[in-house]
């Protein structure tokens, strides 16, 4: 008998499904009981709690969902949600199955990457059962990053959708982290961040940071772009930096 690869580990977050073979997670899940970005969605939680009543959080790339559920008990005290979205079938499974293990009823998961256009693309083809670096497969026509399994042919498509066609009214926190495609899910969420104002943490590892923090400018100059850690910006006001305790003269301010 195959040992299956879902394990359930208790932690911060919540009782979580994950996949034994990840590589990157997964050990920080079973050594210390949190994310290996625990810090960062720290912060995230302090933004939710800030929040007005009703607001929405959206985990964009959400891999096995430490973000999304973490934030969703935040919000249930408000009334607020949390839009999870993951391409990878399986991994947006085990963020299902994570919601209901904590009872978790105001986390809305989404099996679907997202873009600028609506459409089915093909979904990369890997070995669930193998060693591999699950939040490092990129839904591009090639794989850029070299992995520990090489990409199969795929025989999945998955649906792609644009946040701006879900009309949230009142996004109070974006998390990007889409393997390369941030510009294309910032394209596609033009009218939310210009109506919502939401504070937006975008992964640059395999983008062009440059153009993300352009990007952003053209949407409001209301924005702070700050240096986020080694791999991330992050994009927030003035007065809600003020109010979770982010010092202004000790960050890298890029625009």
């Known amino acids: 008998m195959t040992v299956p690869y879902t394990i359930k580990v208790p932690t911060i977050h919540g009782d979580m499904l994950i996949n034994r073979f990840d590589i990157n997670q997964t050990t920080a899940f079973i050594k210390t009981g949190a994310a290996l970005d625990h810090q960062q969605i720290d912060i995230a939680q302090k933004i939710c709690h800030l929040s007005a009543p009703g607001s929405q959080m959206l985990d964009i790339g959400s891999n ?15 009334g607020g949600e949390v839009h999870a979205f993951e391409g990878q079938r399986i991994l947006a499974y085990m ?16 099996h679907a990457c997202v873009g600028n256009s609506n459409q089915n693309i093909p ?18 026509e090639v794989q850029k990053e070299k ?4 990409r199969g042919v795929s025989h999945e498509v998955v649906r792609q959708v644009r946040i701006d066609d879900f009309s949230f009214e009142n996004v109070c926190f974006m ?19 210009k ?5 937006i943490q975008i992964e640059t590892l395999k983008s062009d940071a440059d153009s993300i923090v352009n990007k952003v400018k053209s949407l409001s100059s209301s924005y702070n772009i ?9 994009c ?19 625009a």
């Open 64 to 78: 096995f969902g430490s973000y999304a559920l973490s934030c969703a008990r935040t919000l249930k005290a408000k």
């Open 95 to 110: 963020i299902c199955g994570s919601t209901v293990l904590n009872s978790i009823e105001n986390l809305f998961v989404h």
């Open 123 to 140: 979904i990369p083809c890997f070995d669930y059962n193998k060693v591999m670096n699950f939040g490092s497969i990129e839904f591009g």
């Open 147 to 150: 992995l520990h399994q090489e």
């Open 175 to 193: 998390k990007v982290d889409v393997e390369g495609m941030e510009l294309h899910v910032l394209a596609g969420a033009e009218q939310t961040i």
């Open 195 to 199: 109506k919502c104002l939401p504070v």
């Open 226 to 234: 700050c240096q986020y850690g080694p791999c991330d910006i992050l």
């Open 236 to 254: 927030i006001t003035d007065s809600l930096m003020e109010k979770i305790g982010l010092k202004k003269e000790a960050m890298t301010i890029l």
